[in-house]
Each structure stands twice: as C-alpha cells, then as structure tokens.
C-alpha cells in the first residue's frame, strides 16, 4: 500500500474501533488502563532500549538540551505514566452522564448527555510520554485515537502504543482503538487533515510551525494553542519574598515547556526591590530583556528589550521584564502580547486579585501561583491531552470530559407537536 492507502485504512479501522469504545462499559475501560500501568511497569527496560535509540539518533543529530529532556524516558517520567494510567481509570466514566435535565411546559424531559468525540487524531512533536497520555484519555472518554508523533520519537512512540494495543486486547476491546502512524514520512500529516470522514477532531500538540500546518489542512475542527507566551504581574503589595520563588520556579523549573513564565510585569513601586533581588537571584543563568525603566536594577548583564521580545515564547532560559504603572497597564500589556494560554498576579489585595481573575483573558488565571499549574495533572485532571487557547468546546487543559461532547436527549410521553 502507499502512503494514502496506509492512513485511509488506519482512520478506517480507527473509526470502527470508535463505535465498539462508545458503548464499552466503564469497568473494561477502567481494566484497559490498569492493565497499561502494569505494562508500562513490567516492560519498563524494553521500553528503555527504544528510547535510547531515539536519544542516540537526536544527540548525532545536534539536538538541544529542551528537546532531549522532552525526548528522554526516565524511570520518573515512565513512573508518571503508569501513576496516570491509575488516576485516570479510577475517574468517574463521563459517557452516557446526563448533566442537567428539566421539563417543559407540555411534560417533556429535556437533558443533556455526554457523548464521545468519535475518532481523534493527535500530532505531536518529542515528548513521547505524550502517546500514553492521549491514549489513556481518549479511551477512558469512549473515543479511538490516531496517534502521529514526531520522527525523533518513533521509537518510542510506536513501543508503547503496542502496549497500550496490548492492554485493551487483555481487556476484551478492540486494539484498533489506538493506532499509530507506522512511518515518519511527513506526507501523511496532511493526508491524515484531509480524512475527515473518519476523522472527528485533529489535536496538534508542539511548535507554532506545527500547529499552523495542520490547521491549515485540516478538514475538520481542530483544538489547539499556538505558543505559550505565559506573564505574571507582580502587583504593589505582593510579598517579595515569595515572588522571587514563584518567579524562579515559573521560568527555571522548565523552561522549554508551553507553561513557562515569558514575561514578568513589576508594579513600579515594588521593582526597586525585587529587580535587584532577582538579578542576584537568577542572573548568572537567566538572561533578562528589559523595559528602559528596568535595566539599570538588573545588572550589568541585563539587555535592552526590543518590540520583538513583548509577546515571544523564549521556550529558554531568557525572561522579559517590564515596569508598569498600575493594574490597568499590566492587563493592556497582556492583553496585547498574551496568547491566552496563562496569566498569573501576586497581590495581598483581595478585591485586586479577584479583579485580575475577571479581566486577564486566558485558559488558566492564577493568583499566588506559578504559570507551570496550568497542566492536567497540577488541575485534578489526571492527565491532559493539551492545552487548547481556541475557547471553542475546550478552554484550557483538556482532560477525560473535554474529550467528550453532549447531546441533547429527550423523555416523552407521546406528545406532539401543534
């Protein structure tokens, strides 16, 4: 078969999987997952060699220090995946879930059920991880999955979507419901856009360059955030003390993620004190682009901040820093540069922090806390399949509900309309 016929025949078998996982009762999802856990356990060294194939391959090839640790298995990484596998299945199953229900005047009950999705297809970049995490959510919501990840992983990915076959064999549903793209030639992304009458959902999960791809192919609705360009406004009566942790955190924990802090806001009156602090702090690794205001508190090291640098994703160890006047000029400057993903605020003020939670527009808005909790399993979710800054059906991490949709679903009693 060439490369067409191979995708059309796994989105085939990939939409007949989808009908059996619809009505699959909620105990042989739940097994499918618990089974997986063990697998990932138990075949733990085999899935290690894959791995280090995709590592020795990236590492020839020049790839960076973010990418390998996105590329790379751990035995934590693979810990954390059994432990999701686990947290998803003990879930409440959403499917068949009538949410809310009421009756009109001529007696009938009106409600709203939760359906699957039907077939979703995932595009991803490096994290290979991210094959389970799909896989195990969009099964415990009733759906298949089609699961295309990058060539740097291929190894890796096509090892553990077996398992994840393995482990719904054993559970008595169908292996089909997880298929994986056999190859890494490229042309069967935008093959994979087009079958849309397989095909419900595209969720691309990488680099801008990726997801601007896939939706400019896809024929059918996609979920999706562009970049993650994430600020966090330190207001003038924030505790400085916990603003330089929660700065740390946000921009060194991880700086090659979606959730990493891009941008740091200072009230003008509490950067004379925090700058300077956080400079001694984080300046001998992190490299800091800031408003005129700012630079002389920063150290020598600091640089000037360009027009490009308001609304980048650094997806490194760079931060920019803008002095702002006041609360209104924080939420314009987010409001300008923000890409909807995640914005925090530091403040003692209450009624501040409430305001901030109202008008920073974004899928996740904290205060207090550090960007990097805008992620599933930081929310409760157990997992997530990504994050989407699109608003429409899904805003924020998407986890086992934000997988499925609703229907409306009617009780009568013969009635008739006049």
């Known amino acids: 078969m060439n490369i067409q016929e ?14 059996l996982m619809a009505k699959a009762p909620g105990r042989a999802k739940d097994a499918a997952l618990t089974a997986l856990a063990g697998l990932l356990e138990s075949e733990a060294p085999a899935i290690a060699a894959e791995n280090a194939r995709d590592i020795a391959k990236a590492e020839a090839s020049g790839m960076d220090a973010a990418k390998l640790d996105r590329l790379r298995l751990t035995p934590k990484v693979l810990a954390s995946m059994a432990a999701a596998c686990r947290d998803v299945a003990a879930m409440p199953d959403p499917v068949g879930a009538i949410e809310t229900m009421w009756q009109r005047p001529n007696g009938l009950m009106v409600g709203r059920m939760r359906i699957p999705l039907g077939v979703v297809c995932m595009i991803y ?7 389970v995490d799909s896989a195990i ?3 415990k919501a009733g759906n298949a999955v089609v ?3 990058g060539s740097e992983a291929f190894h890796s990915n096509m090892a553990l979507a077996s398992l994840v076959s393995r482990a719904l064999v054993e559970a008595g549903l169908p292996g089909g419901a997880v298929g994986i793209v056999p190859v890494t ?4 992304v935008p093959i994979l856009c087009k079958l849309d009458q397989y095909i419900d959902v595209m969720i691309p999960r990488g680099g801008e360059s990726l997801i601007r791809s896939v939706v400019e192919a896809a024929t059918m609705p996609v979920l999706k955030h562009y970049k993650g360009v994430c600020h966090l406004y330190v207001d003038e009566c924030a505790d400085l003390d916990n603003a330089l942790a929660v700065v740390e955190n946000a921009k060194c924990q991880r700086p090659g993620v979606c959730n990493a802090l891009e941008c740091l806001l200072v009230h003008e009156k509490a950067a004379p004190v925090l700058l300077p602090r956080l400079a001694r702090s984080l300046g001998s690794h992190v490299e800091f682009r800031a408003c005129e205001a700012s630079l002389p508190l920063l150290g020598p090291s600091a640089k000037p901040a360009g027009p490009e640098d308001w609304g980048c994703e650094f997806l490194d160890y760079v931060l920019a820093v803008r002095q702002v006047c006041c609360m209104d000029e924080a939420l314009d400057h987010i409001a300008a540069h923000g890409s909807n993903h995640t914005e925090c605020i530091l403040t003692a003020d209450h009624a501040r922090a409430m305001r901030f939670l109202r008008e920073a527009d974004a899928s996740m808005v904290g205060v207090n806390c550090s960007t990097r909790f805008n992620d599933g399993g930081e929310l409760g979710l157990g997992a997530e399949i990504g994050i989407s800054t699109s608003k429409l059906h899904a805003y924020g991490p998407m986890g086992v509900k934000e997988l499925t949709g609703s229907k409306f679903v009617v009780l009568g009693q013969g009635q008739v309309r006049t």
């Open 147 to 149: 699961l295309r990840g």
């Open 137 to 139: 959510l969009c099964l």
């Open 185 to 188: 030639d490229r042309a069967a």
């Open 6 to 19: 191979r995708m059309e025949a796994l989105a085939r078998e990939a939409r007949q999987a989808a009908r």
């Open 125 to 131: 970049e490096s994290r290979p991880n991210v094959t």
